[in-house]
């Protein structure tokens, strides 16, 4: 069975210039939308336009910035309004709570919770006066569940589950659909150094981006990369905090984030400082 079109779909993502942003550019544009790429660094935003194809369009933006933020979303819908905004930019500092700088620690919050709050405040006005559109939120697995050495990351993660939910509910009525992607440990720069996780294999930027493909063309809640992984996190609740515990230390979800390589990680973590 083909893929389902996309063609006539104007489509905004965030933090695209690498990774699963331009991974689901790509996929996107290969279904026949038309992407607007969003990047912190307008040299990789127009590098990755580049290799997505005729009539990608990039411009800089600063997620946890609002006016920067509104600056992008003008030029996004300058010729057509957004069908779909996905929300991607996102850092990952992991590492002992007490060992990582209080600016470290914001840092992650502004870019992580408030891009999404930023876009989504941006973007619905729109989209519930047209009564359509999508927002796609990229959140992970590790916001249903604790990792230790990614405490800050992990709850502006679970932030953004929380408000996704929450707006598919407030907005239920609008015409306004609301998706939220959890990824499991993928293959780009913000695992660099890490190990992964036992038995579950690490999903590539292509996995996460043929699920977002897939969820702009038929629209669903909860997005999980790999599958697996959405029966394993939901149950957890269930089982009680001493299974769940002693699951997560088997699959190596508890050291993940703290023991791993410091001079691999080095390069990605003086990015991110300095974003």
């Known amino acids: 069975m083909s893929a389902p079109s996309l063609r006539g779909r104007r489509i905004a993502i965030t933090g695209a210039g ?3 942003g331009l991974a689901t550019a790509k996929t996107l544009f290969q279904r026949g939308a038309t992407i607007v790429i969003g990047d912190l660094d307008i040299e990789s935003a127009t590098a990755a336009a580049g290799l997505v194809g005729p009539g990608t369009e990039a411009y800089p933006v600063d997620v ?7 600056a992008f979303h003008k ?3 300058s010729d057509a309004p957004l069908d779909v905004l996905i929300n991607n930019a996102g850092i990952m500092p992991i590492g002992r709570f007490l060992d990582q700088s209080a600016d470290r620690h914001r840092r992650a919050v502004e870019i992580n919770v408030m891009g999404c709050i930023n876009g989504m405040h941006l973007a619905l006005p729109a989209m519930v006066e047209r009564g359509r559109g999508h927002i796609v939120n990229i959140a992970s697995s590790a916001g249903k569940t604790p990792v230790p050495g990614g405490l800050t990351y992990c709850g502006t993660k679970a932030a953004v589950i929380a408000l996704t939910e929450t707006a598919r509910v407030e907005y239920a009525d609008s015409g306004v659909r609301f998706t939220c992607v959890m990824p499991s440990f993928t293959n780009t720069e913000l695992i660099a150094g890490t190990s992964g996780l036992r038995f579950i294999p690490t999903a590539q930027p292509d996995d996460v981006a043929e699920a977002i493909a897939a969820v702009v063309a038929r629209p669903t809640a909860d997005v999980f990369v790999p599958k ?3 029966p394993i996190l939901n149950s957890q609740p269930l ?9 997560n230390q088997q699959l190596g979800a508890y050291s993940a984030f703290l023991d ?3 001079k691999a990680r080095a390069e990605y973590q003086h990015r991110i400082d300095e974003s």
Request: hydrophobic content about 40%; cysteine-free.
């Open 228 to 230: 697996i992984i959405g």
């Open 75 to 77: 030029e996004a819908t």
């Open 64 to 70: 946890s910035d609002y006016q920067s933020f509104a």
């Open 239 to 247: 089982i009680g905090r001493r299974l769940r515990d002693l699951v």
């Open 18 to 20: 690498r990774g699963i």
């Open 260 to 262: 791993f390589d410091t």
